[in-house]
């Protein structure tokens, strides 16, 4: 009788067995990082989000979403949109969850379709129960999209309303027209209506003059960011900030020709945190603050498609420049997108047609049961809902000074306190602040701790 192996059987049936994972390794400082291929066989994933049962979910262009075991790099299917047209660069796209997904079990996903044959982009909820997703709801559609420039990356901010970037469309003007929704973040309620407070009463757009945004993350010091494709020349990072207006075609990268100084003054243009001539084509960018890589700390992690590498941008303390660079991670070709999990681990994504999700990790560190425990203890705010001061508590007391920020509903800075160190609660001034809804942020060390606030 004769006995087949693993490999045997795979290769009688026409298939071949799985490669053991490669390990490679890499020097941050005086970390050392592994790589490890983590699922292989994959269509150009899009997007990667860590979702609470602690599982990668994923985006292919191709149409298809999945949840992927962290630990095994299973890829558990879960549905693949009948409409999803994979033209050129555009396709399946971003994706998000939200934040209450244990009470509201809803997935985000963004889009490209043919409405007739003129190529458009969606923005559609489903409903996750018991391994499936449905009810398709659409809350918004018919926006213009091309073979290229279509974007787009989904975020939820904390007061739960929906940022989603997108191109101009090969339409250069349409970032500059108010009216068009393209070249534009744009800012949603969680059911598709606009936002009473967006920058202009009745406008879905938040901020204008965008190419092609493929990056947008909100950092644990409150602040926004996005990647954002060039033409030649000119890629960027911004800091995004509400109403504000990102330049192009006007202006590409800084402010710095006569012509574009003087659309700059007139139009209240923000110039960008960082650009790249020749460009690298950036694409997926997250927020990095994890004791396991601590060299990394408080920085912007960026994949990008032509420069095929991992981009390291430190942040200065307020967040508002980059201080420094560093490449990683070039030997694997095309970096599509990125995500961390709560134990800072780093998932990136690659983009040349045979795919793969890469596990980046500090196999030497531990995370204490402590610092769990600490993660883990809310912020305590009281009286809430407030009116004239509200009491802000820590879980633990911080060793150094700490600053405790309120943020009104479009992201601006609205209020300040300071914990003193050893001292684990305060009292805030809310005097003039208008009703609303708005969210207190702490960070004590590496630990952010958020709240959602409501003053009457």
Same mark, same amino acid.
């Given at each position: 009788?004769?006995?087949?192996?693993?490999?045997?059987?795979?290769?009688?049936?026409?298939?071949?067995?799985?490669?053991?994972?490669?390990?490679?390794?890499?020097?941050?400082?005086?970390?050392?990082?592994?790589?490890?291929?983590?699922?292989?066989?994959?269509?150009?994933?899009?997007?990667? *989000?860590?979702?609470?049962?602690?599982?990668?979910?994923?985006?292919?262009?191709?149409?298809?979403?999945?949840?992927?075991?962290?630990?095994?790099?299973?890829?558990?299917?879960?549905?693949?949109?009948?409409?999803?047209?994979?033209?050129?660069?555009?396709?399946?796209?971003?994706?998000?969850?939200?934040?209450?997904?244990?009470?509201? /079990?809803?997935?985000?996903?963004?889009?490209?379709?043919?409405?007739?044959?003129?190529?458009?982009?969606?923005?559609?909820?489903?409903?996750?129960?018991?391994?499936?997703?449905?009810?398709?709801?659409?809350?918004?559609?018919?926006?213009?999209?091309?073979?290229?420039?279509?974007?787009?990356?989904?975020?939820?901010? /904390?007061?739960?309303?929906?940022?989603?970037?997108?191109?101009?469309?090969?339409?250069?003007?349409?970032?500059?027209?108010?009216?068009?929704?393209?070249?534009?973040?744009?800012?949603?309620?969680?059911?598709?209506?606009?936002?009473?407070? =967006? /920058?202009?009463?009745?406008?879905?757009?938040?901020?204008?003059?965008?190419?092609?945004?493929?990056?947008?993350?909100?950092?644990?010091?409150?602040?926004?960011?996005?990647?954002?494709?060039? %033409?030649?020349?000119?890629?960027?990072? =911004?800091?995004?900030? &509400?109403?504000?207006?990102?330049?192009? %075609?006007?202006?590409?990268?800084?402010?710095?020709?006569?012509?574009?100084?003087?659309?700059?003054?007139? =139009?209240?243009?923000?110039?960008?945190?960082?650009?790249?001539? &020749?460009?690298?084509?950036?694409?997926?960018?997250?927020?990095? !603050?994890?004791?396991?890589?601590?060299?990394?700390? =408080?920085?912007?992690?960026?994949?990008?498609?032509?420069?095929?590498?991992?981009?390291?941008?430190?942040?200065?303390?307020?967040?508002?420049?980059?201080?420094?660079?560093?490449?990683?991670?070039?030997?694997?070709?095309?970096?599509?997108?990125?995500?961390?999990?709560?134990?800072?681990?780093?998932?990136?994504?690659?983009?040349?047609?045979?795919?793969?999700?890469?596990?980046?990790?500090?196999?030497?560190?531990?995370?204490?049961?402590?610092?769990?425990?600490?993660?883990?203890?809310?912020?305590?705010?009281? %009286? !809430?809902?407030?009116?004239?001061?509200?009491?802000?508590?820590?879980?633990?007391?911080? +060793?150094?000074?700490?600053?405790?920020?309120?943020?009104?509903? *479009?992201?601006?800075?609205?209020? +300040?306190?300071?914990?003193?160190?050893?001292? +684990?609660?305060?009292?805030?001034?809310?005097?003039?602040?208008?009703?609303?809804?708005?969210?207190?942020?702490?960070?004590?060390?590496?630990?952010?701790?958020?709240?959602?606030?409501?003053?009457?």
């Amino acid at each position: 009788m004769k006995y087949f192996t693993p490999a045997l059987f795979l290769a009688a049936l026409g298939l071949s067995a799985p490669a053991a994972a490669q390990t490679t390794t890499f020097q941050v400082g005086a970390t050392t990082v592994s790589v490890t291929p983590l699922a292989t066989n994959l269509a150009i994933p899009w997007e990667l *989000v860590w979702g609470p049962d602690n599982f990668i979910w994923m985006t292919e262009r191709g149409g298809r979403i999945s949840r992927v075991n962290p630990t095994t790099g299973q890829v558990l299917p879960l549905l693949t949109l009948p409409d999803a047209a994979p033209v050129g660069e555009s396709g399946l796209l971003g994706m998000v969850l939200h934040p209450d997904f244990a009470t509201a /079990p809803y997935l985000y996903v963004v889009y490209n379709y043919f409405q007739g044959s003129a190529l458009r982009e969606k923005l559609v909820r489903y409903t996750y129960a018991g391994g499936v997703l449905s009810s398709p709801l659409i809350l918004l559609d018919g926006i213009n999209a091309a073979a290229t420039h279509s974007g787009s990356r989904l975020l939820i901010l /904390p007061d739960r309303t929906l940022l989603m970037t997108t191109g101009d469309a090969q339409m250069a003007s349409e970032a500059q027209n108010p009216a068009s929704l393209n070249g534009k973040i744009l800012r949603l309620n969680l059911d598709g209506t606009i936002p009473a407070n =967006n /920058p202009i009463p009745g406008s879905r757009l938040y901020t204008l003059g965008h190419r092609n945004p493929q990056g947008l993350v909100l950092a644990a010091n409150g602040k926004l960011y996005s990647s954002e494709h060039g %033409p030649n020349n000119d890629d960027e990072v =911004n800091l995004i900030e &509400p109403g504000r207006n990102y330049g192009w %075609p006007n202006v590409e990268g800084y402010c710095n020709l006569p012509a574009e100084q003087a659309f700059c003054t007139t =139009n209240n243009v923000r110039e960008p945190l960082v650009i790249w001539t &020749p460009t690298l084509a950036v694409a997926g960018l997250t927020y990095y !603050n994890s004791p396991a890589i601590p060299e990394w700390q =408080n920085s912007l992690l960026m994949a990008t498609l032509k420069a095929s590498k991992l981009v390291q941008l430190k942040l200065n303390p307020a967040g508002d420049a980059i201080i420094a660079q560093a490449d990683y991670l070039n030997s694997f070709g095309r970096l599509r997108a990125v995500c961390i999990s709560p134990q800072g681990r780093i998932y990136v994504s690659t983009s040349n047609q045979n795919d793969q999700i890469l596990v980046l990790e500090n196999r030497a560190y531990q995370p204490t049961s402590a610092a769990a425990t600490q993660a883990a203890a809310p912020l305590r705010l009281w %009286p !809430n809902p407030a009116h004239h001061t509200v009491t802000v508590e820590l879980p633990a007391a911080p +060793t150094k000074a700490a600053t405790a920020q309120v943020y009104d509903a *479009v992201g601006r800075l609205a209020a +300040t306190g300071r914990f003193a160190a050893g001292q +684990t609660s305060m009292a805030l001034n809310l005097a003039g602040l208008r009703p609303g809804l708005y969210v207190v942020r702490t960070q004590v060390g590496t630990r952010q701790y958020t709240q959602r606030l409501v003053v009457e």
